[in-house]
Structures are given as structure tokens and as C-alpha cells.
């Protein structure tokens, strides 16, 4: 099987927890794009509005006819469905890969339930081989960088890509993370970072797998 028909398994999977009449907030990536055209498919009709982490998926969500609405219009939603760089058997992500980190940190955040849905090679022992995002307001780039260095981390500049919030991000390689939930405050209390792509102090509550053997579950 291949990841993108892995990656649909999963995303199939996932609207199971999709109940009508639903708000639901919608993340990035080519697994939710699956999620997305899926959503459309079954369930156009049974959507009563849907929150975006991105302009890509905003544009997917709106030419499939879904209404598109601000978090602060909304306040508040019941399921947060998003892909995911990385996940622990504990559920604590590395998200990020495609920039979209801090408007996907803020509508797990918002939400009752974030359902991960990835293609089974995502799950890893300890995270950290993906490179993890942090997004970075541009004057304190080289100014976290040198932070990040002295973590333990090797950081190094998204060249050529400004996140839909204006700023810059850098992707720490080099890391094997042990303790999520630690680095992840000492990260966000750096001077000059946005967010960091870790999804540890809210992590997931449901990661929905697709593989060769089929789906696989596992929740918090």
C-alpha cells in the first residue's frame, strides 16, 4: 500500500468522529486534503461550519463549498481534525512541516477533541528525527537560533518561506526529544518565538493510523 492510499485510510477513518451539525476545525497537509475531499463527499450537508489553520486548506474547505469562518467567530469547537510530522505512543506531536504550527496549536487548543490521522510510518519511539518548526518573529531569528544551540539542537532557517502570519520559521534537527512536555515550555518562553511545532502540553486524543495491516487506534 502505498502513503497516500495510507494516508486515505486514515483520513476515511476519521470522519467516523465527525458528528452532523458539527463545527470542526480543519488542519493542514496532504493527509487533511484527503480528510477534506472525503468531508465533501459524505458529508457536505451535515457541516454547519468549519475553522481553517491555513490559506491552502481555507481555499480546499471553499471550493468544496464548506463555510469558512474566524475562530473568533466561533469560540469554540467540538473536533479538530489534523495530520501530523511525528507522534509518540503518548500522543505528543511534532507538527509543522508545511508552516502552519501556530494556527494549528491555537484551534487544538479551541477544540473538545484533536483527532490525528497520519499513514503508520508517523509513529516513532522518541521524537525528534523529523526536524522540528519554530516559528520565529524575523528580527529574533539568529537571536533563537543561538537558543536553540545551546539546547542541544542544530537550527537552521526555512529559507524562502514566510508562514501565513509573516514569520519566519527554523527547523532544529539533530534533536532526540525525551521530554516533550519540557521542551516545549522552554522553547515558548524564548524571547522573539511565535510557537514551537511540539504538541505536547495538548497533545492528541485520538491518532488514527492507516497501514498495510489497516487502520490502527490509539487514544490518550
Known amino acids: 500500500m502505498s502513503p497516500d492510499e495510507k494516508k486515505k485510510q486514515a483520513a476515511q477513518a476519521a470522519l ?86 501556530t494556527r494549528e496549536k491555537i484551534i487544538a487548543e479551541a477544540s473538545d477533541q484533536f483527532i490525528c490521522i497520519a499513514d503508520d510510518s508517523k509513529l516513532v519511539g522518541t521524537l525528534g528525527a523529523f526536524p522540528l518548526p519554530v516559528e520565529v518573529i524575523p528580527m529574533a531569528r539568529i537571536m533563537v537560533a543561538e537558543k536553540l544551540e545551546k539546547l542541544g539542537g542544530s537550527p537552521r532557517w526555512r529559507e524562502n518561506f514566510i508562514t501565513d502570519n509573516g514569520n519566519h520559521i527554523l527547523d532544529v534537527h539533530e534533536w532526540s526529544i525525551d521530554n516533550p512536555v519540557e521542551l516545549e515550555t522552554q522553547i515558548n518562553q524564548m524571547v522573539g518565538v511565535v510557537t514551537v511545532g511540539l504538541f505536547a502540553h495538548r497533545p492528541a486524543d485520538v491518532l488514527i493510523l492507516g497501514g498495510d495491516q489497516g487502520i490502527r487506534t490509539i487514544t490518550a
Open 16 to 101: 467516523e468522529y465527525v458528528l452532523p451539525g458539527s463545527i470542526i476545525g480543519v488542519g493542514t497537509g496532504s493527509t487533511v486534503n484527503f480528510f477534506i475531499d472525503l468531508l465533501a463527499e459524505k458529508m457536505s450537508g451535515d457541516i454547519e461550519t468549519t475553522v481553517s489553520s491555513s490559506e491552502a486548506s481555507t481555499q480546499r474547505l471553499k471550493k468544496h463549498g464548506f463555510r469558512v469562518e474566524d475562530l473568533n467567530a466561533v469560540g469554540h469547537l467540538s473536533i479538530y481534525v489534523d495530520g501530523a510530522d511525528e507522534s509518540n505512543s503518548r500522543l505528543h506531536l511534532i507538527k509543522g512541516g508545511g508552516g502552519a504550527l
